[in-house]
């Protein structure tokens, strides 16, 4: 029974764990980030496909392929990162963008609230 309860307390540990860094989340890490950021170059590609001189068939498949493309890419990114480090880089992504939106939030809701109504 004791030994089980440590294994909880280690798995609880483990999971509050929030402290790490990039460094320490390795190659995994930084391949994951480079997935999802470089999945995104297969949009801009989509218009040539339709301008190329393909079959309508092969223009679908290829529209369809590149614009799944980053939804896919995060998948996989997700699998060769593990959760730890991609609970990591949604932090650190949110850190640097989501306080602006959060600020901005805000302020409409305060602008919002000292006006009167009419």
Known sequence: MARSENRKKVAAKAA???MLTAEQLGW???LGTVLIVGSYAAWP????VIAADLTPSVKAALSGLFGATPFLAK???IALMGRPAYQFLKRTVFKRFGAKVLDE???DA????KQPEA
């Open 16 to 18: 509050s764990d929030d």
């Open 28 to 30: 995994r890490f930084a």
């Open 45 to 48: 590609l989509i218009p040539f």
């Open 75 to 77: 998948v996989v990114a």
């Open 105 to 107: 939030k805000r302020l």
């Open 110 to 113: 305060k602008r919002a609230a």
